[in-house]
């Protein structure tokens, strides 16, 4: 780095170099108050939670500091976000603006994308594929030939070899063709200097600066404690998105355990047909380098000791399955009561209109005591209990024939030497996994169990799932503890202008408070004058059976004074698709169009949204998040009812509880904080550049009536609001946009 290294005003600030280079480009307050503290944070090993609302320009406030840092200590920084629209914009937009402007001083920074193994094509496998060696159980001939063909343009040109670029191929051939961590023979691969993956992993390793997704932290923090990794070894962390941290560090560090996927593993050993790594090997025996004595005892070993104990485990998988999904059905289908939320949050105050579409279409059964005791439950234990004494066994003959084929193999059975050898790895994990599943006390205090139907009817398979009940212990010991510094960043965390729902369940109100800093910038657009926000009294209460008629009622007036251009958010499907309905037969009268969640893809949909101006949307909490509309097409924004979760879904269920449990009020404490920043998270659509003005209204009238909604409220900015009858928000409603539409 030069003697004199740029300072983040150098290059952010008023006449910085990126006002230089990128005209119209100004320095916003807010964003140079979030880049001082980012920088105070990375000098004091601090870890900062921050709120920056849209237009605050939050990448580049912490982007610039962070190259600075990484490069003043030659170590690499890490970037997550959990959307591809922001890894998008950052890989494609922001970072190599800092690029450029590092450059002015001569400075070159290294940056590189972090994508999951299995978004590499495999050298190997497609070589195989190709040479008709892989024996594809799919149809894929011609797919492969062209895959081929560009997996050898990409070598000669040093392309990155992964799917988004290359031919189009169904799934099922990708998923044979692909980077597989069970097959992967690594340094013993010939194809290891020039494959995709490896020369991906080591341009990471050359990186200051690299944007992972929060998939790949925390898988990378998953398998850490057992050796493995998915990042390079990095000591300062910025989490974009932050909000959504919690989902995923749940779901991977939780785990379950599928019928499909043990199916895969043992297709992939032995199939139906006599194909399978078991069949080649067989296959491949009499060429092997062996003493004469064991070319005549495997085959016999195998034939004898090692595929029938594979047949026997796969009818095991299905007749264990086939017990747990009559379990669910027993339990969860007849007596539903067992396993529910607290009583303090369904005595009236849930919103349990949620709980089906929140599990795909079936209910959840989560393993509590009285689950456990259910006399339905016990043929599921001895049925659990006998597959997993049978994946123990399978697994020990697999590891006898590792052994006995170890010094033999050639290139291409050493990919079916590694398969056999990650079989019986999984194998053995998933039989202690499955024993501690049906144990009442394995994980007891810790860690959420539950029955998850695969499909909505009788006796569909059912996934065997946990997750820890807590993830803030995981994050605060396994990750922020050992991280020099760490930023946190949202445009939605605080609840009103608190940090302290989203600090305690980051990990970050216990031993490391002290470290903890917090940030809270308020938007920077004039919000007071650009924004009417409409609570209508006189709706009925969101669980009055006239609610969804009314409320549909009130709406139809919306689109009208806002001549459509709506966004409308609901809860769940069934008000969707009900609400839908009412005003289906009337929206051609007024001329606009009626779009709906699931007609087209999410990107399509939002793309006739924003072209069609005065289209109308209607969708569900997924468009709460990722939907960037600004202009006209989205001057109103309704939220149907405030946007709690189910109490019913089986983490949430047991997070509930165990507030209850520690004296706390789960709905005051858990359901009304998550509910406001989802709220916020839907306002946030509504303004998204200087220019924009818009309308909110909330047709849940709690928000006013109960003492709960002041929470809600809280989390607005300054607008103008207006709470009372229907047509007393419609009129002030009309008139504020009259006021803009006349200015234009
Ligand atoms: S090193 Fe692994 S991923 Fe790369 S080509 Fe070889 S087997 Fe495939």
Redesign the pocket.
Known sequence: MDAKPPTTADILGNDGVISRLLPGFETRPQQMEMASRVEAALAENGLLAVEAATGTGKSLAYLVPLALYALRNDRPVVISSSTHVLQDQLIGKDIPLVQRALAEYGIELAAAEAKG?GA?A????LEMAALGTLALDVEGTESVKRAHEWMKHSMETHADGSRSDAPRVSDEVWNEIR??RD????EE????ET????QARRKMQAARMIVANHSLVFADLAVKEEGGRVLPTYSVLVIDEAHKMEEAATSFLGGEISAGSLRFTLKRLYGARGGGAMARILDQIPSLKLPAKEKRALPDYIEKQVIPEIVNLQFTVDDAFLNFSRAWHDIADRFPALGNAPASVRGGRSDSGSVRDNVRGARALRLTSAVYRHPAFLGAETAGHHLAASMDLVGERLRTAIQRLSAAATLFEQ?DLAMLRSAQEKLTILASAMRSFFDPLAGAEDTVKWFQPEAPRALADVRLAAAPLSIAPHLEQRLFKKLDAAILASATLAVGRSFEYFTSRAGLAGELASRRTELLLDSPFDLASNVFAGFPVDLPAPEDPAFLEEAARFLWRVLKVTKGRTLVLFNSWGWLRRTHAILEPHASKLGFRLLVQGELSKRDLIREFREDVSSVLLATSGYREGIDVPGESLTSLVLHRLPFGSPDEPVMEARLEAIERAGGDPFRDFSVPAAAIAFKQAFGRLIRRNSDYGVFFCLDNRVIRKKFGSHFLATLPKCQRISGSSTEVLREARAFLKRFEIDS
Request: proline letters at 0%.
């Open positions: 193994m590499y495999c050298q190997r496998d980077v597989d097959t992967c023979t690594r691969c010939s194809f290891f494959c995709f993956f490896f990919r």
